[in-house]
């Protein structure tokens, strides 16, 4: 059973429903084609029951608690409290779950209106609280992304380093245009056939295979065409790996004068300390000499 709908079963928190137009079974399916959020509802029971090959088939009692009305009435207000229908199919249901105590989202009789009876649970989501220090690691990760993304999304199939001069074969693999011609080097396009050596028949196409597929390229070997596209893309991506690493390498100088900074500092500090208590020293031995 999904764990996160019984919860909601126990402490009655809303949930947001959406429906699609291929639920046949239901009557509040919409008609139009595609999904329709039909409101927030709340869950008063979950249980299962066997199916018809005998699985346990889980089964929930939604009930709508909208301060809007539903997309299937014509009324100009939301929905009421109302008693709950009676299911039979509770008799021979296991693992049946009830709210027992009062409902966290619930009708409000002096407002007239659906609310929080109850604070709502606290968010799992972590939230930046916006530090200094915060916004320099979230600096750092995003860092480097163009670095990461060049030997990832642009590899040469063949030598597996960022295309140089690139190739896009029709079945859509890219290499170099090196690594390409290489592959297929002293290799010829066709082949001379002849009839035991008596007369000369028609040639023959040699099939290329392409080195990351079966799909023949031989014609397209013959006059390939650098991706001007693609190479320009790299281009961009070098030039932004580029600028983030002179990015990165000024604010790690940055970081290392401040913290020699501070070092300074304080150690001019320990030498005035210093200078002072000799100072202090020296006019207590001069003192001292003239009383004697």
């Not at 320099?136 to 995003?142: D, E, M, P, S, V």
């Not at 056939?193 to 007369?199: D, E, K, M, V, Y």
């Not at 693609?230 to 990015?247: C, D, H, P, V, W």
Request: include cysteine; charge should be positive.
């Amino acid at each position: 059973m999904n764990e996160a709908l019984r919860v909601s079963c126990r402490k009655g928190y809303p949930v947001r429903v959406v429906r699609s137009h291929k639920e046949k079974r239901s009557s509040y399916a919409p008609v139009v084609k595609g999904v329709r959020y039909d409101g927030i509802y709340r869950i008063e029971m979950c249980w299962r029951k066997s199916g018809i090959q005998n699985h346990k088939v889980c089964r929930y009692l939604f009930v709508r608690c909208d301060n809007e009305p539903a997309p299937w009435t014509s009324d100009d207000h939301g929905d009421r409290p109302r008693p709950l229908p009676v299911i039979g199919e509770l008799e021979n249901a296991v693992d049946v779950t009830i709210r027992k105590g009062d409902p966290s989202w619930d009708y409000d009789e002096e407002e007239s209106r659906w609310m929080w009876k109850k604070p709502p649970p606290a968010s799992k989501k972590k939230v930046n609280c916006g530090d200094e220090g915060g916004k320099r690691i979230r600096k750092r990760k995003q860092q480097g992304t163009a670095k990461r993304q060049l030997p990832k999304e642009f590899k040469c199939l063949i030598c597996k380093n960022v295309l140089t001069n690139p190739l896009t074969t029709p079945c859509a693999h890219n290499f170099c245009k090196a690594c390409l011609e290489g592959a297929f080097a002293g290799q010829s396009y066709v082949r001379q056939r002849t009839c035991h050596g008596r007369r000369t028949l028609r040639v023959q196409k040699n099939v290329m295979k392409c080195p990351s597929c079966a799909n023949d390229i031989a014609d397209y070997l013959q006059n390939p065409q650098v991706n001007r596209e693609l190479a320009g893309a790299i281009e961009s991506l070098q030039r932004r790996a580029a600028a983030e690493n002179e990015e990165s390498e000024t604010s790690g100088q940055g970081d290392e004068s401040d913290e020699q900074t501070d070092s300074v500092a304080d150690t001019e500090v320990s030498n005035g300390d210093s200078v002072e208590e000799t100072e202090v020293e020296g006019r207590a031995s001069k003192k001292a000499k003239v009383e004697v």
